[in-house]
């Protein structure tokens, strides 16, 4: 990765970082013969114009479309697959999460900064108009800004914040001064972990209680114990980490299928990851034409398609993939619907 973030140790003196860090990516190594091979039929399709940092996409199963937002362009996007049509409308700030509300049409939660705020939008190209603010967050660290955001199995928001607001490129995280929230219906936010550098992934294995998290900064995913019921979080582990398998880039945005793998958008590294989290092993490879993947989630009327965000943070000119989204079809496994945030 060419300098697209720098990172600062923000916690007590003498304190020692878990991993080394010293730029975007895990460092280059030799990497041994990989046996995993995609099958034939798997396909790689561009579906949307390209934006500078795509992320956080979302299957609305209602509407039959993709929503995802494109944080340096300040933008919230719409791709609508049997029309072909993407639009977007633009923000104040930079959004890193857009997800529907349950039972109100064309509503979302949206971050803006510390805030998750509720937006009308019809879709179009019209602007977008934000209604209120469901919660705010890091009170005590007004720098701090919310970043990768999902809609837990009973419609609570889980979101982790970052110090430092993606306006533009490079940017500046500050390791371990973020935090894991937990936002209930009733906007009262909960700190589930803290000392959080880049919180970016995030799914739910509610088959077997498990919660899915990556700080895209341990180069690594997390699994936590998850009660299902109160939405909280304990036994943390490590279930699988990059540098086992002398990976380049980092994990950013996961998403997981029925059979309980996970898959893992690689940043900087050229291809999604289907991981066994009970063995830590890598299952499928898939090679995708851009470097810079962020994130992915299943979506299509049958949940099999997977649709994947990329960024462009370098400004390739002159390649017109980079931060588009892909559709990849022919995995051979589904997902869970994509589920919508509850509030009062």
Same mark, same amino acid.
């Not at 430092?164 to 371990?176: C, E, N």
């Not at 980092?250 to 059979?259: H, K, M, V, Y």
């Not at 690689?266 to 289907?274: N, S």
């Given at each position: 990765?060419? /300098? ?9 003196? !003498? ?61 919230? @996007? ?11 409308? #633009? ?47 890091? @009170?005590?660290?007004?720098? /701090? ?84 019921? #109160? ?29 309980? /793998? ?36 299943? !979506? ?45």
């Amino acid at each position: 990765m060419v /300098n697209c973030f720098r990172v600062i140790c923000c916690r007590s003196e !003498g304190y020692e970082p878990s991993v080394e860090i010293l730029s975007g990516v895990a460092p280059k190594t030799e990497r041994p013969f990989a046996a995993k091979v995609e099958p034939e039929r798997v396909e790689v399709v561009p579906v949307t114009d390209p934006v500078q940092l795509g992320e956080s996409p979302h299957w609305d199963s209602d509407e039959e479309a993709l929503y995802f937002v494109s944080i340096l362009d300040k933008a919230i @996007h719409r791709y609508k697959p049997s029309t072909g049509e993407h639009t977007k409308a #633009t923000l104040e700030k930079p959004p890193t999460f857009i997800i529907p509300v349950e039972g109100k049409s064309r509503h979302f939660a949206v971050s803006q900064g510390r805030k998750a705020v509720e937006v009308m939008w019809d879709g179009g190209e019209e602007d977008a108009l934000v209604l209120r603010t469901l919660a705010e967050v890091d @009170h005590h660290r007004p720098e /701090n800004s919310l970043n990768g955001g999902k809609a837990d199995p009973r419609g609570r928001l889980f979101a982790g914040s970052v110090f430092g607001m993606k306006t533009s490129v490079p940017v500046d995280f500050h390791a371990g001064c973020g935090s894991l929230y937990r936002i209930d219906p009733d906007s009262q936010a909960y700190r589930l972990d803290d000392e959080v550098s880049l919180p970016n992934g995030l799914c739910w294995d509610v088959e077997r209680n498990f919660f899915y998290f990556t700080d895209s900064l341990e180069y690594a995913i997390r699994r936590y114990d998850y009660d299902v019921e #109160t939405g909280n979080l304990s036994n943390c582990e490590t279930v699988f980490r990059m540098k086992d398998h002398n990976l380049e880039g980092i994990c950013d945005g996961i998403t997981i299928d029925t059979d309980g /793998n996970i898959w893992a958008a690689i940043f900087e590294g050229e291809q999604i990851l289907k991981i066994d989290p009970r063995s830590g092993q890598i299952l499928q490879e898939v090679r995708l034409p851009v470097p810079q993947l962020t994130s992915l989630t299943f !979506g299509g009327p049958n949940s099999d398609i997977l649709y994947v965000t990329s960024a462009n943070t370098h400004k390739k000119n002159d390649n017109t993939l980079w931060g588009c989204t892909f559709k990849v079809t022919g995995l051979g496994v589904r997902g869970y619907p994509n589920l919508k945030v509850r509030f009062d």
